[in-house]
């Protein structure tokens, strides 16, 4: 009723003799010494559950003989639970697509085992079970480890172990512009945009990445630029892109009025303009070559001028207005206008507006009568004025 069988067995009862008498004899006859003699044979044997449970049981066996020898034989299960269809390790390809698994990893699934067993299981469990999700393996990390477990009634516990371990075998894509080029950054010789330098990649794992580049800027040249991406699992793909970098910026120049120059000068004359030089930067590099140029009301007919060329007064307050380009070596350029100031405190003019001025010849034998005839000019144009002076003091005033 428990499932036990007892299959070819063949139990043997031993009986026991009784000792033989010592023989005796004549004529140097020997005599043997008593001795125990034992006689085994097979009889019918019946048995009957002495003590029964369902840990095991003790049959009692008795034999068919008058003198009813008995034995006791205990029975106890020691085989565990045995599973059949248990899985070999799996290995299954990582794959995170809708209905197959996640970023973190995939669904999997095998055929679940069976747990059978001699006497009866009453009881089993695992730890995972088909169609979990396991993790994605990378490398330097341990498989996942499936257990099931049954349990007869004896206790005995039989296993059903196997590994799980979700591989990455797909390398990225990565795909570079044959080339690419970039604008320095403001202030700088070189460009620090490293985020012109992303490029489009795909791959499986949804947690791959572009690996950081080792320099975080690049000068005013050409570069051969890596591109790497890289998945979890350390599966990478990389790509070359040629990446010129050139001076976009322009010079910058600290440009400001000089201010006012006051002049010891009346209108007409002339006097040396000065100032102070007007300074620049750039990023990258100046060109030594630089201009100053007058009158920027008209830019297609630019004149050239220098340190201490000639200004005409014109009045209280004269003005020049000068111009200045700053070029870099990319050829780029920067523009400076400033005004040029004089003011004078004698306004007043060195020629009159109604009279030619003569030359004064200073000699010994002409000199009176020059003087004389100036003096003559001067009275007709005051008599004309009704304005005539009543002595001769008044005339040379």
């Not at 020997?30 to 029964?52: M, W």
């Not at 920067?334 to 020629?351: E, I, K, M, P, W």
């Not at 100036?374 to 005539?388: G, S």
């Amino acid at each position: 009723t428990q499932g036990i069988t007892f299959s070819a067995m063949v139990i043997e009862f031993v009986y026991l003799r009784g000792r033989t008498a010592p023989a005796t004899g004549g004529g140097g006859g020997s005599s043997s010494g008593g001795e125990d003699r034992r006689r085994r044979r097979r009889d019918v044997v019946q048995f009957a559950v002495q003590n029964g449970s369902t840990a095991g049981a003790t049959y009692l066996f008795t034999s068919g003989a008058a003198n009813n020898a008995t034995n006791l034989i205990e029975v106890t299960d020691v085989f565990p639970p045995v599973w059949i269809n248990c899985s070999a390790s799996l290995t299954p390809e990582y794959d995170p697509s809708e209905g197959k698994g996640t970023a973190a990893g995939m669904y999997v699934s095998w055929p679940e085992p069976v747990a059978t067993d001699n006497r009866e299981v009453v009881f089993n469990t695992s730890n995972y079970r088909p169609g979990d999700l396991f993790p994605l393996i990378i490398p330097g990390q341990q498989a996942v480890v499936v257990s099931y477990e049954a349990r007869d009634a004896a206790g005995n516990v039989g296993y059903c172990n196997f590994t799980v371990k979700v591989q990455d075998v797909q390398d990225p894509t990565i795909t570079c512009p044959a080339s690419l080029s970039v604008s320095t950054s403001p202030s700088l010789n070189a460009t620090t945009n490293l985020s012109a330098l992303l490029v489009s990649f795909s791959d499986n794992d949804p947690q791959a990445a572009l690996v950081a580049l080792n320099q975080t800027q690049f000068e005013v040249g050409s570069h051969n630029v890596m591109r790497t991406v890289r998945d979890r699992s350390g599966r990478q793909a990389s790509c070359v892109l040629l990446l010129t970098v050139y001076d976009g910026e322009p010079p910058k120049s600290v440009c400001t009025n000089p201010g006012p120059t006051n002049v010891n000068a009346k209108v007409g004359e002339k006097v040396n303009a000065t100032w102070t030089e007007i300074v620049a930067t750039d990023n990258v590099e100046l060109d030594a070559a630089r201009t100053y140029t007058e009158d920027i009301t008209d830019p297609s007919n630019p004149v050239n001028v220098t340190q201490n060329f000639s200004v005409t007064i014109t009045g209280s307050n004269t003005q020049r207005l000068l111009s200045t380009v700053f070029f870099d070596k990319a050829g780029l350029s920067s523009r400076c206008n400033f005004t040029l100031q004089f003011t004078s405190g004698d306004a007043s003019s060195v020629s009159s507006s109604s009279a030619s001025i003569l030359p004064i010849v200073v000699g010994a034998a002409a000199g009176g009568a020059v003087l004389l005839g100036i003096l003559f000019v001067i009275y007709q144009r005051n008599k004309r004025r009704r304005a005539l002076p009543h002595d001769f003091h008044g005339i040379l005033e």
